[in-house]
């Protein structure tokens, strides 16, 4: 038998209960947070999935495991598992927790009949039967465990918000952000959730020593920042952003990407993006950049016609 790395594991969560009590609902909940999982794995082969490498993309230590098991696990026998777990906590240092999900029988029973499955423990018999049998199997797990949630009245929903508030650990849950830049002109992007239209603030194209260069440079930021609207409506939107990303993260979101929109995609939305991601991650966040269509060339027709000059006789 291999030897188990107990450094190799920060958070090991055994999840059981009853059949049709929402074990699949927690699991893929646990998956979007980040957790490695693992469903049904025979007893016998425990110490073989702890002692084996993490898989590949994991970040080290800190990607936490879930282990599902119920009555259709082979070789399932609640009282043996309870001992292996505690030989593993006493033996190799494991933090073992084990969540166990609970539910009525008249509402398990109800469950059935809508899905029409047949229950794992009363493939020919009434589920009631089946129902009644594997809570009487599954009691010393029930009364071992360390967590256990009734999900009689949750909704798959209701039972997700609980399992992420309970169990995303530090940055675990968090939407991949992505913060990009374009141009109108050359298509919206096809990924974006949010688009926000940056031409309304006046726009360096127009001006002949500052059209070379791009939003990443000093002048041009500089001259964009001095557009009357620019702090009130930028600031609006940093605080909208604000607003809206813990929600996203609340709601289970895996991905969200915010776009910043130009004519051209070159000046305005490059430095927008840059001012609103840095906010962002003052904030806590961990925004990804894109400029989509920085490296194109300067075009006039791209920017359609001039517009009215502004006080000091710049074109906008």
């Not at 029930?142 to 399992?163: F, G, P, Y």
């Not at 939003?215 to 964009?224: E, F, H, Q, R, T």
């Not at 895996?254 to 609103?276: D, L, M, N, Q, W």
């Not at 991601?277 to 925004?287: C, E, K, N, V, W």
Request: aromatic share 6%; glycine share 10%; hydrophobic share 40%.
């Amino acid at each position: 038998m291999s030897a188990i790395d107990t450094r190799d594991r920060k958070d090991i969560l055994l999840v059981t209960g009853m059949s049709g009590a929402g074990k699949s609902t927690v699991l893929r909940t646990l998956e979007d947070l980040g957790w490695e999982i693992v469903d049904n794995l025979p007893l016998a082969l425990l110490d073989r999935l702890l002692s084996a490498p993490l898989p590949e993309g994991a970040d080290g230590s800190s990607q936490p495991l879930a282990i599902g098991i119920d009555a259709r696990t082979r070789d399932f026998d609640p009282a043996r598992i309870v001992s292996r777990i505690e030989s593993l906590r006493e033996g190799h240092g494991l933090d073992i927790g084990t969540l166990f999900l609970d539910c009525a029988g008249g509402e398990l029973a109800r469950r059935y009949s809508e899905t029409r499955r047949r229950h794992p423990l009363a493939l020919d018999r009434p589920a009631v039967d089946g129902i009644a049998r594997e809570r009487e199997l599954l009691a010393p797990l029930r009364s071992w465990a360390n967590r256990l949630i009734d999900t009689t009245d949750m909704t798959a929903n209701e039972l997700t918000q609980q399992v992420r508030a309970t169990f995303s650990g530090d940055r675990l849950g968090e939407p991949t952000l992505q913060v990009m830049s374009f141009g109108f002109a050359r298509g919206l992007p096809r990924s974006a959730d949010l688009v926000f239209d940056m031409r309304f603030l006046r726009n360096p194209h127009w001006v002949p020593e500052l059209r070379p260069g791009t939003g990443l440079d000093a002048d041009v930021s500089a001259y964009i920042a001095e557009d009357p609207a620019y702090e009130s409506a930028v600031g609006q939107i940093e605080s909208l952003l604000l607003l809206l990303l813990p929600r996203y993260r609340a709601e289970g979101k895996s991905y969200v990407t915010i776009a910043f929109g130009c004519t051209g995609g070159r000046h305005r939305s490059v430095h927008v993006t840059e001012r609103v991601a840095a906010r962002l991650r003052g904030a806590g966040f961990s925004p990804t950049v894109v400029h989509r269509d920085l490296a194109a060339s300067p075009q006039d027709s791209l920017e359609g016609t001039r517009g009215v000059a502004d006080g000091d006789g710049t074109q906008v």
